[in-house]
């Protein structure tokens, strides 16, 4: 008997959808037809909850140590490197993001730090899309999706950017700016079939598709 385990990403069944004006909700993507909007579900990755102090250089140090990406302590910002992410939640709170394997990756972190700290793996509950695409339609997407004014962000640049924890329809999302113009969305799982149809209907207007 197999201990092997089907790993699916929580959008699995919504790849090539589109909600193009021409094409009904269920068909598949016709690879002729120009989306102004485009979804990206990122693979099954790592995220965890750290909490610590961070205005303890130690703690900081530590984890840049550990993930070779520098804290970020200034309010709604987060540094990003090829690996691993980071995102500002709270003045004790942050939002690990990772291709390395969790386990591993908490395990190494609390060997390397001491004090008042919090490690949660939280990789189960959690995913990631990009949201990328014609920059009006970005826009307008994400004015219908949140009340936070996300074009008020300076640009990103290749490591760090700005973040926000916000409402995003009548859910909740993590969003981050990319430097190349895009939107990370990071949310729980079990909201990733409504946000899933929430964008397929927002951006229906532009055309917009899901792909892995």
């Not at 990406?69 to 540094?79: A, D, I, R, S």
């Not at 709270?90 to 919090?118: C, K, N, T, V, Y």
């Not at 996300?150 to 993590?174: L, P, T």
Request: proline content about 3%.
């Amino acid at each position: 008997m197999s201990n092997n385990i089907k790993q699916e990403t929580p959008l699995q069944y919504f790849h090539k959808l589109s909600s193009h004006a021409n094409s009904q909700r269920a068909e598949l993507f016709n690879g002729e037809v120009e989306f102004a909007l485009v979804v990206k579900e990122a693979p099954i990755s790592t995220f965890l909850s750290l909490r610590g102090n961070g205005a303890d250089n130690a703690f900081c140090a530590a984890v840049a140590e550990v993930l070779g990406v520098p804290v970020p302590t200034e309010p709604g910002t987060y540094h990003s490197s090829k690996e691993a992410s980071i995102y500002w939640l709270g003045p004790d709170e942050w939002m690990l993001f990772s291709s390395m394997d969790a386990s591993s990756l908490e395990a190494r972190l609390r060997a390397s730090l001491s004090g008042h700290i919090a490690i949660a793996d939280i990789s189960g509950g959690q995913t990631l899309i990009n949201l990328r695409g014609d920059q009006l339609a970005l826009e307008v997407v994400l004015k219908k999706s949140s009340v936070y004014d996300f074009g008020a962000w300076a640009d990103a640049s290749a490591n760090a950017g700005r973040c926000v924890q916000s409402s995003f329809g009548k859910a909740s999302a993590v969003v981050a700016n990319k430097s190349d113009g895009s939107y990370d969305l990071i949310f729980r799982r079990s909201y990733a079939d409504y946000i899933a149809q929430w964008l397929l209907h927002a951006g229906e207007e532009f055309g917009c598709r899901i792909e892995s």
